[in-house]
Antibody
Framework: EVQLVQSGAEVKKPGESLKISCKGSGYTFTTYWIVWVRQMPGKGLEWMGIIYPGDSDTRYSPSFQGQVTISADKSISTAYLQWSSLKASDTAMYYC??????????WGQGTLVTVSS | QSALTQPASVSGSPGQSITISCTGTSSDVGTYNLVSWYQQHPGKAPKLMIYEGSKRPSGVSNRFSGSKSGNTASLTISGLQAEDEADYYCCSSVGSSTLGVFGTGTKVTVL
């Protein structure tokens, strides 16, 4: 069974760093793109960027380029999303999903990130 | 790239049919038949309902159907049921970059 399991909720202060994770199982992790999606409170879904764990090819949507870093460790089938200096506006639910062609048929449960002083 | 445009809300009575539009440009929706649709209930992760414009994943009711005309994709829900009340998002590939863009989202209310 394909599963994407994300790390737990985080509460951070502005300026702090953070790395959240997404562990894949039940499939060959290195052969599917992983996409990260942001959902701010009460708002819609936003496509952040993707990574191909097989060779760590990473691409960012223009709005998120330079704002976050996407990485992966294929040895432990895990993708990451990280921030070097959080802002209050980073408060959101973050989802990872497995990309199959142009669509995502498996999603993680989401990680809630709260940034507040 | 800008978000695809969806109506903020659509409503219908049980048993009726509703259609949600998703308008993009010739660089996304209009170029490829690669639009997907997702259903999201409150507090839950999105669920794939339609992919590649009109295909249904296994387990998704045949009351859900997708189509496209020009730069606009559509999701039709026929025989509306209470459980269909949720937010719906379209998503399209953008150019040949493997990146994507979501629609603004539509809240479906069953009256």
């Amino acid at each position: 069974e394909v599963q994407l399991v994300q790390s737990g909720a985080e509460v951070k202060k502005p300026g702090e760093s953070l790395k959240i994770s997404c562990k894949g199982s039940g499939y060959t992790f290195t052969t599917y793109w992983i996409v990260w999606v942001r959902q701010m409170p009460g708002k819609g879904l936003e496509w952040m960027g993707i990574i191909y764990p097989g060779d760590s090819d990473t691409r960012y949507s223009p709005s998120f380029q330079g704002q976050v870093t996407i990485s992966a460790d294929k040895s432990i089938s895990t993708a990451y999303l990280q921030w070097s200096s959080l802002k209050a506006s980073d408060t959101a639910m973050y989802y990872c999903a497995r990309l199959y062609g142009s669509y995502s048929n498996y999603w993680g449960q989401g990680t809630l990130v709260t940034v507040s002083s | 790239q800008s978000a695809l445009t969806q109506p903020a809300s659509v409503s219908g009575s049980p048993g009726q049919s509703i259609t949600i539009s998703c308008t993009g440009t010739s660089s996304d929706v209009g170029t490829y038949n690669l639009v997907s649709w997702y259903q999201q209930h409150p507090g839950k992760a999105p669920k794939l309902m339609i992919y590649e414009g009109s295909k249904r994943p296994s387990g998704v009711s045949n009351r859900f159907s997708g189509s496209k005309s020009g730069n606009t994709a559509s999701l039709t829900i026929s025989g509306l049921q209470a459980e269909d009340e949720a937010d719906y998002y379209c998503c399209s590939s953008v150019g040949s970059s493997t990146l994507g863009v979501f629609g603004t989202g539509t809240k479906v209310t069953v009256l």
